[in-house]
C-alpha cells in the first residue's frame, strides 16, 4: 500500500500561485509515477500533470503547460505542483495519485493509478 497525503491548497486571487504537495508512504517512492488529478463542481475528474518515476518524463494538460510545473523528491517522497498565473477555472479539489513505474497504458486515465490521495482544495477568485 502506499498512502498519500496532499497539502498546500487555500484560496488565491486570479493572477496568483499556490505549491501543492504530496507526501507518499508505504512503499519505495522511486518504484512510482506520480500524477495530478483535479475535480471542479459538477465535472468529472481530469488529468492535470504526470511524472514518472525519475522525472525524466513529464506531461501536462494543455489548458495549464506553461502555468503549472510537476516536480518530485525521491529522497523526500514527496511530488509538486507549483501553479503559477491561476484562473478562476483552476478551481477544483487536487488529488495526487501513484502508478507503478513498469504501467505502460494512458497516464491520463484516472483507471491508471492505484492509490490516491484525499484531496486538497484550490479555490481562485476573479
Known amino acids: 500500500q502506499v498512502q498519500l497525503v496532499e497539502s498546500g491548497g487555500g484560496l488565491v486571487q486570479a493572477g496568483g500561485s499556490l505549491r501543492l504537495s504530496c507526501a507518499a508512504s508505504?512503499?519505495?517512492?522511486?518504484?512510482?509515477?506520480m500524477g495530478w488529478f483535479r475535480r471542479a463542481p459538477w465535472k468529472e475528474r481530469e488529468f492535470v500533470a504526470y511524472?514518472?518515476?525519475?522525472?525524466?518524463?513529464?506531461f501536462y494538460i494543455n489548458s495549464v503547460r506553461g502555468r503549472f510545473t510537476i516536480s518530485r523528491d525521491n529522497a523526500r517522497n514527496t511530488v509538486h505542483l507549483q501553479m503559477n498565473s491561476l484562473k478562476p477555472e483552476d478551481t477544483a479539489v487536487y488529488y495526487c495519485?501513484?502508478?507503478?513505474?513498469?504501467?505502460?497504458?494512458?497516464?491520463?486515465?484516472?483507471?491508471?493509478?492505484?492509490?490516491w490521495g484525499q484531496g486538497t482544495q484550490v479555490t481562485v477568485s476573479s
Open positions: 495519485a501513484a502508478t507503478h513505474k513498469d504501467y505502460t497504458g494512458s497516464i491520463s486515465n484516472t483507471r491508471a493509478y492505484d492509490y
Open positions: 508505504g512503499r519505495t517512492f522511486s518504484n512510482y509515477a
Open positions: 511524472i514518472s518515476w525519475s522525472g525524466g518524463s513529464i
